[in-house]
Each structure stands twice: as structure tokens, then as C-alpha cells.
């Protein structure tokens, strides 16, 4: 096997440990080992962020809205600087972050897909 093919090897086997592809609610195992989650339906998808714990300080996670179904990033208890809302709403091609610093999820940023 040549170094090249070794290498794409390599590359797709962490590829495949950063990014997880979900449907319903997110496990807190699923937040910890993924760092990509893509929601990839044709009709909506309603995601749950694990409650935001002290093991949970420092997550980061991104997030891709692939399908044509709209995505909702759902944050037990809200997003702590939006507290008058629970969700974050990502259309097909829209992407963001959201981060726990060990109390509260925060929507750091939100790129939305242009036509």
C-alpha cells in the first residue's frame, strides 16, 4: 500500500471520529466524541443538547444543516445569551456553533447558506 493511500485511510477513520450524523437527541457521549454533527433529512429534525453539566465545560461543537429539512438545535433550559429562547434554527446549507462552558450552551456564531 502506497504512503498516499495510507494516508486517505487515516484521514477518512477520523473523519469518521469527528462527525456523526443525527436525526432526533444528541447523548452526551455523541457531544463528547463528535465535534461535527450534520443533520442530513428531508424534513425537520429537532436536536437536544445534553443539559449543560461541569463535565461539559469546554465542548464546542459545530453544526451543518445538509438536508432540506430545517434543523433545530434545542439547549435544555435555553441558550444563555438568548434567554428568552431554547432553539436555534439552521436551514439546509446553514451552519453553526454552539458551545458549553459547564452552566449554559451558549450559539456562539451562525453562517447561513446564501442562494
Given at each position: 500500500m502506497s504512503a498516499h493511500n495510507l494516508?486517505?485511510?487515516?484521514?477518512?477513520?477520523?473523519a469518521n471520529e469527528l462527525i456523526c450524523t443525527v436525526t432526533a437527541t444528541l447523548t452526551i457521549k455523541q457531544v463528547l466524541e463528535h465535534k461535527i454533527i450534520t443533520a442530513n433529512s428531508a424534513?425537520?429534525?429537532?436536536l437536544t443538547l445534553p443539559?449543560?453539566?461541569?463535565?461539559?465545560?469546554?465542548?464546542?461543537?459545530?453544526?451543518?444543516?445538509?438536508?432540506?429539512?430545517?434543523?433545530?438545535?434545542?439547549?435544555?433550559?435555553?441558550?444563555?445569551?438568548?434567554?428568552?429562547?431554547?432553539?436555534?434554527t439552521f436551514a439546509q446549507g446553514d451552519m453553526?456553533?454552539?458551545?458549553?462552558?459547564?452552566?449554559n450552551w451558549y450559539q456562539c456564531s451562525t453562517i447561513t447558506a446564501t442562494t
Open positions: 494516508l486517505d485511510q487515516e484521514r477518512a477513520a477520523y424534513s425537520a429534525v429537532a443539559t449543560a453539566a461541569a463535565s461539559m465545560a469546554g465542548v464546542v461543537i459545530y453544526i451543518a444543516a445538509r438536508g432540506a429539512g430545517a434543523l433545530t438545535v434545542i439547549a435544555t433550559g435555553g441558550y444563555a445569551a438568548k434567554t428568552s429562547t431554547t432553539t436555534a453553526g456553533v454552539v458551545m458549553c462552558d459547564g452552566t
